[in-house]
């Protein structure tokens, strides 16, 4: 390209195009050699930059022109000059990281695409899609640095109000895919089928949170801070309270103080839950209490009972856990049970808890309550497993995913119903 240029040209305007590039002897060179070419137009269709990528082991892999006169890449999508008539026509537009997503998506016939060009979307950028659509399905890449991005993404999004969807595609084998991967591999139906099922942002972000973990309330009060900030961007206050109630929901915000300083929190605006996971009062349900009771004082059948429920691990995710973990393991030593030193391995608030329900009034204890509690648990265990596994259901996975989680289904619907 330099051979062709330089005759017509001055040098300084070369290098300000971008097309050209000196090297650190003041030499000029080609700046995209050994690449691909991608032409980036405008939305009226005029070439105002290039992105190139390696053809060998060059670095960087993907390389843009610099910001020139014409072209500032916040206030370019790649694509749009094609897929604008598209989203017109099918009110949304699917946003995707890089150049060769943006083309395998339009070449499957799927015209309504459009790239960021990298991982950061700006809000000039936002401004530009907001001309022609007000929905979004935000397809960008699987790994680590894709979904920050994503998350970066939904909140510039949602501050402009846009209705806004998240595929997050399967792997394919042992890979993570991208959309040009996963079309290449399963084809463009596949494709097709998850972005008619792609969730909404909300749904996508509450799985994200769930991996922080949510059994204690340390943990809980995290994937709510992990939220919050998203919530906080919804304008309508409507919408914001439907998506509060929503999460206290799927993160099983049970606790009053909790759920009670979340719901404000929302109305509000606010970003972060300044409540202190210590200061959340322990919910621990009356066959919670019961069973506590008596593993405490059921010498006659105290052994017996822990055997099944450590078997069972019936008590694993209850906010009361580990005080059930520690009673299991005196109770299986054979041992007489002393208060004070079950306590010492407790931390504070659990210890306040279990001297709480040791207090508490309560009759005889007998192996049919125990049965009863023991069969309550199992009921509960069983309809928190089912929601996990429709959830996963709705996540559309591959088909033999999805064959084992609709018979995992229908076994614990028979176990819900035998317990009924």
Known sequence: MLRQLKPKYNENLLVESGLVSRDQGGRLFDRFRRRITFPISNESGKIVAFGARALGDDMPKYLNSPETPIYSKSNVLYHMDRAKEGIRRDDFVILVEGYMDAIAVARAGISNVVASCG????????????RFTKRVVVNYDPDAAGQSATERSLALLLEQDFEVRVLALPPVGDKK???????????????????????????YLIERAKKLGVETAESKVKAVNFLLPYVQKIPNPMLRKEWAAEIAARLRLEDPMLRAAFGKAAKERRSELKLQPELVGRVAKPVERRLIQMLAEAEGFRQELARQLQNARLYHGLETEKIFAALVVASLSGQPLQATELAAVLEERDRRL?????????????WEEAMSCVEALQHRQAERELADVQRSIETNPPGSALRGLLEKKQELMRRLAATR
């Open 354 to 366: 279990l001297f709480e329900i040791l207090f508490e009034e309560a009759s005889e204890p007998t």
């Open 177 to 203: 895919a991208d959309p040009d991967l996963f079309i290449r591999e399963k084809g463009v139906e596949e494709y097709t089928t998850l972005l008619k099922k792609a969730p909404p942002y909300l749904a």
């Open 119 to 130: 991982t950061s979307l700006a809000e000039t950028q936002i401004k530009l899609l907001g």
